[in-house]
């Protein structure tokens, strides 16, 4: 491994170990909030406290775009890491690799592009209507394209279910490769 390529898996783990909690709390909300109130039939109530957790809500409503903002980009970032990195070592025997590791490589390039699209447009669409003041209305194709309501209202509840879950994935395997789930384990016994 080449001295750029250290850098870039330095960078890559510090970036996913703070982004960790905030990632797993949004794709955790945004998966319950969608089927919760697309299959589940669920109230409004519950949909506006799913809200409050994947906005950041509970920071306080003048916080919400700086925490959507923080955690889009780091997102962005760990994608734009994350897809050097798979460049770099894509031709690595998935053998020779542990199965979290052969996971976490062969996902990445499938979850790519959506959770780009969906962080992007996330980011766009809170930034747009809290700093420079465009109406909900103005900036609604950004939401059909944060969550994927262009597929109708079948197909929609499936498109979050999948962009959440290569989400939740990708952090499971980010986690267990960096060995913290042993370690806990370990210290515990």
Do not use: D
């Not at 709390?25 to 994947?54: C, D, E, N, V």
């Not at 199965?99 to 959506?114: G, K, T």
């Not at 959770?115 to 809290?130: D, F, K, P, Q, W």
């Amino acid at each position: 491994m080449n001295i750029k390529s250290i850098k870039f898996v330095k960078l890559h783990r510090q970036l996913a170990l703070p982004l960790f909690v905030p990632l797993l709390l949004t794709g955790i909300s945004g998966i319950a909030y969608r089927l919760g109130r697309s299959w589940l039939g669920l109230p409004k109530s519950f949909g506006q406290a799913m809200m409050t957790i994947h906005e950041g809500r509970f920071l306080g409503e003048p916080l919400v775009p700086f925490y959507v903002a923080l955690v889009g980009l780091g997102l962005l970032a760990l994608i734009g890491s994350g897809a050097v990195l798979w460049s770099r070592f894509r031709r690595r025997s998935p053998a020779k690799l542990a199965p979290e590791r052969n996971i976490h490589r062969f996902l990445a390039p499938i979850a790519l592009l959506p959770l780009m699209v969906s962080a992007g447009t996330g980011i766009a669409y809170r930034l747009s209507i809290n700093w420079l003041g465009v109406s909900e209305e103005q900036v609604e194709f950004l939401m059909t394209l944060h969550q994927g309501s262009y597929l109708g209202s079948t197909l929609r509840p499936f498109y979050v279910l999948l962009v959440g879950a290569g989400l939740l994935i990708m952090l499971w395997t980010g986690v267990q490769m960096l060995g913290l789930a042993r370690r806990t384990r370990r210290e515990s016994n």
